[in-house]
């Protein structure tokens, strides 16, 4: 037996039947909540999912019959309990009220209850509205997701709740740019770089906290070399050029030194890469070192390069020569 495991069906039919008989079950048209007029209940109940809901019924010295009925079953009918669900309990049968508590609620048990008095021979009813709220949750999201500048991303976010969650899409970092969708579905055409990062779908109904989720949306594109500046060493000293290159996936770098491709592990030469620059170290800068350099910075998507020249700087040098720095995008 489930929890809302009421009595069988032809069983009912015959307690309503004999109810009906006692004028305890409304034959006609109810009388209204807002009737002077006893029973008196109260106005709608609204609870949360899983909480407890009491309905209360007012009476007087003159009712001589009571019961609450969930739509046409009766739960209780004065002390006794006509209904096997266990979650339903007394909770007070005086000369003024009449109330159940309903223990545990869920969505199934939302609609009309109905208490239902006999006064003078006379049957009357009142109703109410149990309504049942429910927090929201995601039930559904997009996964975190790759994909190349250009192209479109549709991103989903499905939640529950009662009353229905309204739901947000907010691209949050590296830059909070706020809302940038009120529905479940954000579509993004010829995504750019600057839409990458994080996305935060938010579903809120006022029952409780709003509940959030993050995708990552990751945007490739090739690299694009920033900076390349050629330098100005004397013999003996240290020299440094530095090919800075923002790429996604990161790029990866290579050395030329006019057509040749530089070694790696040279005497006296260290080549440092990381995922935004590439940096080329001469601890002692000699003749054969100046010349041109060429950085070359690719990933999946494509190349670029950028040329510096590490030239000769004479110590005493007040304004030093400016070489060229040329860029080719690749
Ligand atoms: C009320 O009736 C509905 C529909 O039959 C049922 O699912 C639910 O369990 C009942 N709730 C209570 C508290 O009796
Ligand atoms: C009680 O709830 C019912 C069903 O949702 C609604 O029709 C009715 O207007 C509500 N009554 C009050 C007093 O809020
Ligand atoms: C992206 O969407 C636009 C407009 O709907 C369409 O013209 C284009 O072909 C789509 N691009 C891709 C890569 O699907
Ligand atoms: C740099 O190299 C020159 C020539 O080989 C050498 O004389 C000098 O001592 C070196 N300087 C340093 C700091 O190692
Ligand atoms: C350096 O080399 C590149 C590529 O070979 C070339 O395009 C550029 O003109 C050269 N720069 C100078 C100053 O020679
Ligand atoms: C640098 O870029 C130019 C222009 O795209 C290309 O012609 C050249 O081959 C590239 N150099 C290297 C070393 O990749």
Not at 117 to 143: A, G, M, W, Y
Not at 204 to 210: G, L, T
Not at 304 to 312: C, D, P, R, V
């Amino acid at each position: 037996m489930g929890v809302g495991g009421c009595l069988a069906l032809p069983w009912r039919c015959l307690v309503v039947l004999c109810l009906r008989l006692l004028f305890l079950v409304p034959a006609g048209v109810p009388v209204r909540s807002g009737d002077a007029t006893f029973p008196k209940a109260m106005d709608n109940v609204t609870v949360r999912q899983g909480e407890s809901a009491t309905l209360r019924c007012s009476v007087d010295n003159r009712v001589t019959r009571v019961a609450w009925l969930n739509r046409s079953s009766i739960l209780y009918a004065g002390n006794d309990k006509w209904c096997l669900d266990p979650r339903v309990v007394l909770l007070a049968n005086t000369k003024t009220q009449y109330s159940i508590l309903i223990q545990d609620v869920d969505v199934y048990d939302e609609g009309p209850y109905t208490c239902s008095v006999q006064t003078d021979n006379h049957p009357k009813t009142s109703r109410v509205h149990l309504i049942v709220q429910v927090s929201p949750k995601i039930t559904e999201i997009s996964s975190d997701i790759s994909i190349n500048e250009g192209g479109n991303v549709s991103l989903t976010c499905i939640a529950t709740g009662r009353p229905d969650p309204t739901i947000t899409w907010r691209h949050i970092s590296p830059k909070a740019v706020g809302f940038i969708s009120e529905d479940e579905y954000l579509e993004i055409t010829g995504i750019t770089r600057e839409q990458s990062g994080e996305y935060e779908c938010s579903a809120s109904n006022d029952v409780s906290a709003p509940v959030v989720q993050r995708v990552k949306v990751t945007v490739n594109y090739p690299p694009y070399i920033s900076d390349a500046k050629s330098t100005g060493v004397p013999v003996g000293q240290k020299g440094i050029l530095l090919c800075e290159a923002s790429a996604v996936p990161s790029a990866e770098f290579q050395w030329y030194k006019d057509d040749k491709r530089l070694a790696e592990g040279q005497k006296g030469l260290k080549v440092e890469n990381k995922a935004f620059f590439s940096r080329l170290t001469f601890f002692n800068v000699s003749e054969q070192d100046y010349g041109n350099y060429t950085c070359v910075a690719s990933n999946q998507l494509g190349n670029t390069n950028a040329s510096m020249i590490l030239y000769e700087e004479t110590t005493t040098a007040l304004t030093p020569w400016k070489g060229p720095g040329a860029v080719h995008d690749g």
